[in-house]
Structures are given as structure tokens and as C-alpha cells.
């Protein structure tokens, strides 16, 4: 099972950028389909974004289209997720997730196996 660690939130004014990254252990990152997810408070987690283990498959949630980008650095067993353009409604705790082998159903949390402890992203207005 992979570990994952997350770094990059912090408390951001509407409109600026930030980038998250999530750093995996293991010799096997390439072999993951790599998500992220968001959870606010009060709310259940979310989907935001996934890559396939070659980048070949990208999905996106329809409320960061446009905005945010998912990457991967299989070199670095790193996934990264740029987030542009920034909105309150994007406050939350983001999770980098991952599932072994290709995925391309349902994004739902129940999916993926390995979870990271999240980092805070705080956008005010």
C-alpha cells in the first residue's frame, strides 16, 4: 500500500493560486490512478480531480474545470494539483488518494484505498 503525504494549502485571497502536492512512497507510484479530493466542514468529501498512471486519463469535477490542473511526476512520486483562480467556495481540507491499476469509474472516496492527512486550503473574499 502506498503512503501519501500532502503539502502546499494555506490561506489564500480570492482570485490567487496555489499548488498542492502529494508525495507517494513506494516503488510502485506509477501503477496508482492518483485523485484528489476536498472535504469542507459540514460536508461530505468530494471529488476534484484524478489522473490515470500515464496522465493518458484526466477528470475533472465540473466546479474546478477551467481552474484547477492535475499532474503527476512519476520520477518524483509526486502528484501535484494547481489551483487557479481560487474561490471561497473552494475552503476545505484536500486528500490525495490513490487506487492501484487503471480506474475509470465512479470517483467516489469508497474507491481508493490510501488516503493522505489532507491540507488545509483557506480562501477568503
Known amino acids: 500500500q502506498v503512503q501519501l503525504v500532502e503539502s502546499g494549502g494555506g490561506l489564500v485571497q480570492a482570485g490567487a493560486s496555489l499548488r498542492l502536492s502529494c508525495a507517494a512512497s513506494?516503488?510502485?507510484?506509477?501503477?496508482?490512478?492518483m485523485a484528489w479530493f476536498r472535504q469542507a466542514p459540514g460536508k461530505e468529501r468530494e471529488f476534484v480531480a484524478a489522473i490515470s498512471w500515464n496522465s493518458g486519463y484526466i477528470n475533472y469535477a465540473d466546479s474546478v474545470k477551467g481552474r484547477f490542473t492535475i499532474s503527476r511526476d512519476n520520477a518524483k512520486n509526486t502528484v501535484y494539483l494547481q489551483m487557479n483562480s481560487l474561490k471561497p467556495e473552494d475552503t476545505a481540507v484536500y486528500y490525495c488518494a490513490a487506487r492501484l491499476g487503471y480506474y475509470s469509474g465512479n470517483y467516489v472516496p469508497a474507491a481508493f484505498g490510501s488516503w493522505g492527512q489532507g491540507t488545509q486550503v483557506t480562501v477568503s473574499s
Open positions: 513506494g516503488r510502485t507510484f506509477s501503477s496508482y490512478h
